[in-house]
């Protein structure tokens, strides 16, 4: 699935994973018949939220081990890094919103969440705080820019005022990928395509912080001032993570194959 670009047969461009859903991904896409009951989803909506994650990836030895470790139905769709954008994920997870907006029954309830396939994930993650976001939830990060810990400043009524974080403070949405989920409703309330380095108003921003990462070029679109962001885990004792931006290193190992799927950088 990893794209091979013209002229280099050595470097690899990532390719997108779109592991979509703790749920059979058929019973909830298009051509789904499928109905859950309509009475218990009412009075317990958030047990009945689909939770979409997008994953960037790319060919290396680790890759298979990591995603092993997610279990979870998937799709895999393989791309190119498009010419003038970043090459770290920028164009991919562009590719899994289009295929999000294209393919999932909007009707639906869902929230979509971008996660790494190296990062360590505590399974009350997803079921206390993803599933309960309503527009746009943000959280604390463990091991993340250079900090033990980022996350949003919450006010003693419930609102988002600052970013307690050490990389780039200044940014309007200081926050990691892995820190923030999006209800489905909003991404296609937006507008027609969001993107992560969109066209029109938003190339501004992005030109200005791309190199800062992709996440307040994203949130921006929505029109959004970070008072509105839900905050969780803010006023719980203790104040625990339940994301951690660890990353898989790099195996030193060589040797033959012996007919195994092993994936290679060469």
């Not at 976001?133 to 988002?160: D, Q």
């Not at 969001?194 to 912080?209: D, R």
């Not at 008072?227 to 994301?243: A, Q």
Request: proline letters at 6%; aromatic letters at 12%; charged letters at 20%.
């Amino acid at each position: 699935l990893m794209v091979h670009p013209s002229g280099s047969s050595h470097r690899l461009l990532p390719a997108i994973v779109l592991i979509a859903i703790f749920i059979l991904l058929s019973n909830f896409f298009k051509k789904s018949q499928s109905r859950v009951n309509s009475e218990e989803e009412r009075r317990h909506p958030s047990a009945f939220t689909t939770i979409i994650v997008v994953t960037p990836t790319h060919k290396r030895p680790e890759r298979l081990a990591d995603m092993i470790r997610y279990g979870v139905p998937h799709v895999y769709l393989a791309t190119t890094s498009s010419a003038g954008m970043p090459s770290r994920g920028w164009t991919h997870r562009n590719v899994a919103l289009q295929y999000v907006r294209e393919n999932y029954d909007r009707n639906r309830s869902a929230v979509l969440y971008f996660a790494d396939d190296d990062n360590t994930y505590d399974i009350r993650l997803f079921n206390n705080y993803i599933r309960k976001v309503t527009r746009i939830g943000v959280w604390a990060v463990g091991l993340v820019g250079g900090a033990w810990v980022e996350a949003p400043h919450v006010s003693s009524g419930g609102k988002v005022i600052a970013w307690d974080v050490m990389f780039a403070p200044g940014r309007p949405f200081a926050t990691d990928m892995a820190g923030f989920a999006i209800n489905i409703r909003e991404l296609f309330r937006a507008r027609k395509y969001i993107l992560l380095f969109p066209s029109g108003a938003n190339v501004y921003i992005c030109a200005k912080t791309y190199k800062q990462g992709p996440e307040s070029c994203f949130l921006s679109q929505f029109g959004f001032k970070k008072e509105d962001l839900e905050p969780f885990g803010y006023n719980d004792y203790p104040k625990e993570i339940l994301v951690w931006h660890t990353r898989t290193s790099r195996s030193k190992t060589k040797g033959p194959k012996r007919g195994y799927a092993i994936e290679s950088n060469n």
